[in-house]
């Protein structure tokens, strides 16, 4: 089954500050992953996913950006952190699951990241 | 318009009432529907997964989807004070990786 960690679980960093988020999924290969950003009123915004090591779709544009130097390793990096930046990111894998009328992928959601810009 | 609309709430029911919670959305090509449950400073974990129209039971807690109105709806009977959470619901066309959520409904139940 799969796992995934990610760290730090909470960061409180001043504005123009730099910022890099570590997500590691265990239990599968070559997966598909994903950072989501939760704010406040926002719902769940999905910033950045990767299908392959090297390869990073942006969805939102922004002063974030994503890496996927590994496999199964996926990291957030900003080089000026900004107020707005602020808010839970979220690492997730799709998860392939089986039920009574097809089969369909669950969105795995890692536990997440607490991040507060002052 | 957004993919999927959900009510922010925060909807704050009494312990043992029905809570219903609903989505629309406007693809109608949507063909899998989920609903996650999150709980303060957690990540979202699945609850509930539909296939298409109709409904789906699962203890307490009933999913229903009507794609002629493109709605969805999540029922939870006898609500305990441990369902306080953030309910999102979530919807994808394909069985690949492309998922749309909603914004979330927090909910309080209160002992």
């Known amino acids: 089954s799969q796992t995934i960690h990610q760290w730090p679980a909470t960061l409180v960093q001043p504005v123009g500050s730099p910022l890099s988020l570590e997500c590691t999924v265990e239990?599968?290969?070559?997966?598909?992953l994903y950072w989501y950003r939760q704010a406040a009123g926002r719902g769940l915004q999905l910033l950045f996913y990767?299908?392959?090591?090297?390869?990073i779709s942006s969805e939102v544009p922004q002063n974030l950006s994503a890496s996927r130097p590994q496999d199964r390793q996926f990291i957030l990096s900003s080089k000026k952190l900004l107020l707005s930046d602020s808010g839970f990111y979220l690492c997730?894998?799709?998860?392939?699951?089986?039920?009574?009328?097809?089969?369909?992928?669950?969105?795995?959601f890692g536990p997440g990241t607490r991040l507060t810009v002052l | 318009q957004k993919e999927v609309e959900q009510d922010p709430g925060p909807l704050s029911v009494p312990e043992g009432a029905i809570v219903s919670l609903n989505c629309t959305y406007s693809?109608?090509?949507?063909?899998?529907f989920m609903w996650y449950r999150q709980y303060s400073r957690k990540g979202p974990e699945l609850l509930m997964y539909?296939?298409?129209?109709g409904n789906k039971e699962d203890g307490r807690f009933t999913a229903q989807v009507d794609k002629s109105s493109k709605y969805i709806s999540l029922f939870i009977r006898d609500s305990q004070p441990s369902d306080s959470a953030t309910y999102l619901c979530?919807?994808?066309?394909?069985?690949?990786?492309?998922?749309?959520f909603g914004t979330g409904t927090s909910l309080t139940v209160i002992p």
């Open positions: 997730a894998c799709p998860v392939p699951r089986s039920g009574r009328a097809s089969s369909y992928n669950e969105q795995f």
């Open positions: 239990g599968t290969s070559n997966p598909n």
């Open positions: 990767s299908v392959g090591i090297g390869q």
């Open positions: 693809n109608s090509a949507f063909q899998y």
């Open positions: 539909t296939y298409s129209s």
């Open positions: 979530a919807m994808s066309w394909n069985t690949g990786n492309q998922f749309y």
